[in-house]
T-cell receptor
Framework: ETGVTQSPTHLIKTRGQQVTLRCSSQ?????VSWYQQALGQGPQFIFQ???????GRGNFPPRFSGLQFPNYSSELNVNALELDDSALYLC????????????FGEGSWLTVV | AQRVTQPEKLLSVFKGAPVELKCNYS??????LFWYVQYSRQRLQLLLR??SRESIKGFTADLNKGETSFHLKKPFAQEEDSAMYYC???????????FGTGTRLTIIP
């Protein structure tokens, strides 16, 4: 068991709504990343947080935002949901630095209707 | 821009036969290459990384900078190898992964 937990596991939202996905990192991990995995695709990097600061962002619009808390748990927020936002959202945590293993959660399945 | 290409979406191999999953990448600089695996009903997990040069579950992968490839190989496939395999790269020293689209490997008994 890797210790990265995500909630909720599944949810359905309506186009235009907002959603918050949560991630609890493995103990001692100060780096958390979020990925979007559409059906039939590999995960795509959304952004990364290191010690509560954003530390890099992929090619996603500003309506995708995040937070990392002092206990290193994290949130992914998506505003103005679009149908194409339907995907599996993965959280990944690591102790930070080169050579460390990144651990993934099981993901949150978001369906936008 | 960095890119990872896995040309085979599906691959079926008989048990005991050799396995090769292809991965090509484009990147300017020194990338770090990985293979991740997702077994049925399990989370994505690291299988191996090129810098450790180790063999995990009988799998190996050699980074060929000339051909920009990082193919995953195993000499004798086992049924428990059936899974989804993703090749990924990152800038050396950071952890922002770029994934390929994945290859679903099925081992035929």
């Amino acid at each position: 068991e890797t210790g990265v937990t995500q909630s909720p596991t599944h949810l359905i939202k309506t186009r235009g709504q907002q959603v918050t996905l949560r991630c609890s990192s493995q103990s001692g991990h100060n780096t958390v990343s979020w990925y979007q995995q559409a059906l039939g695709q590999g995960p795509q990097f959304i952004f990364q947080y290191y010690r509560e600061e954003e530390n890099g962002r992929g090619n996603f619009p500003p309506r995708f935002s995040g937070l990392q808390f002092p206990n290193y748990s994290s949130e992914l927020n998506v505003n103005a949901l679009e149908l194409d936002d339907s995907a599996l959202y993965l959280c990944a945590s690591s102790p930070g630095g080169s050579g460390n293993t990144i651990y993934f959660g099981e993901g949150s399945w978001l369906t936008v209707v | 821009a960095q890119r990872v290409t896995q040309p085979e979406k599906l691959l079926s191999v008989f048990k005991g036969a050799p396995v090769e999953l292809k991965c090509n990448y484009s990147y300017s600089g020194s990338p770090e290459l990985f293979w991740y695996v997702q077994y049925s009903r399990q989370r994505l997990q690291l299988l191996l990384r090129h810098i450790s040069r180790e063999s995990i579950k009988g799998f190996t992968a050699d980074l060929n900078k000339g051909e920009t490839s990082f193919h995953l190989k195993k000499p004798f496939a086992q049924e428990e190898d059936s899974a989804m395999y993703y090749c990924a790269l990152a800038n050396f020293g950071n952890e922002k992964l770029t994934f390929g689209t994945g290859t679903r490997l099925t081992i035929i008994p």
